[in-house]
């Protein structure tokens, strides 16, 4: 089942914070985070594990929130370099397969 | 360097003439998978294999083939291509399913005309 992202667009100054959120009807397993930047291939950021996992390197950081099969993705201190879509990824107690989110384009202005 | 290899990157072709996509790995992954790529739509999932010989549908999978003989190799088939597969399709591999990072190749733009 695909998850819901939100928002799907936001823009912010250089030094200013954002959260995206993850959000499945499905109980998970895992939760991924990518970011793809124009024309190019999503690259990996981090995957979550466990319920209540959090983490993070440099100033961007996820947490999991397995009961309300949730995750969110901060970014703190944004700089010109976090420009770009930002994709969930899920995966699902049973089976094999993984979606992404429909992603969140992201827009860091000076 | 470890990497997934797809080719070509761009291909503008005719409805109905049969192509393939080819999608090569050097991590020895045992999952590997293609991608869809459509404005608004995110990335949707074409058909996974979980190892050689083993391949499944993903979420659309109408009109796409996939084989995986070897681990290494996982080429997308179109048989009979229509405009509606215009799109950019990523290849994915990872050693499990969910569990583990995903490394994509560079994409594919595909135009059917």
């Known amino acids: 089942q695909q998850p819901v992202q939100s928002p799907q667009a936001v823009i912010l100054r250089e030094g200013e914070d954002a959260v995206i959120n993850c959000s499945s009807s499905k109980a998970l397993y895992s939760v991924h985070w990518y970011r793809q930047k124009h024309g190019e291939a999503p690259v990996f950021l981090m995957i979550l594990l466990k319920g209540g996992e959090q983490k993070g390197h440099d100033k961007i950081s996820a947490s999991f929130n397995e009961k309300k099969q949730q995750s969110s993705l901060y970014l703190t201190a944004s700089q010109l370099s976090y420009s770009g879509t930002y994709f969930c990824?899920?995966?699902?107690?049973?089976?094999?397969?993984?979606?992404f989110g429909t992603g969140t384009s992201l827009t860091v202005i000076p | 360097e470890a990497q997934v290899t797809q080719n070509p990157r761009y291909l503008i072709t005719v409805t109905g003439k049969k192509l393939t996509v080819t999608c090569s790995q050097n991590?020895?992954?045992?999952?590997m998978s293609w991608y869809r790529q459509d404005p608004g739509l995110g990335l949707r999932q074409i058909y996974y294999?979980?190892?050689?010989?083993?391949?499944d549908k993903g979420d659309v999978p109408e009109g796409y083939k996939v084989s995986r003989k070897e681990k290494r190799n996982f080429p997308l088939i179109l048989e009979s291509p229509s405009p509606n597969q215009t799109s950019l399709y990523f290849c994915a591999s990872s050693f499990t399913s969910t569990g583990s990072a995903k490394h994509f190749g560079d994409g594919t733009r595909l135009s059917i005309l």
């Open positions: 294999s979980m190892n050689v010989e083993v391949t």
């Open positions: 991590m020895n992954h045992e999952y």
């Open positions: 990824g899920t995966g699902e107690n049973t089976g094999n397969q993984f979606y």
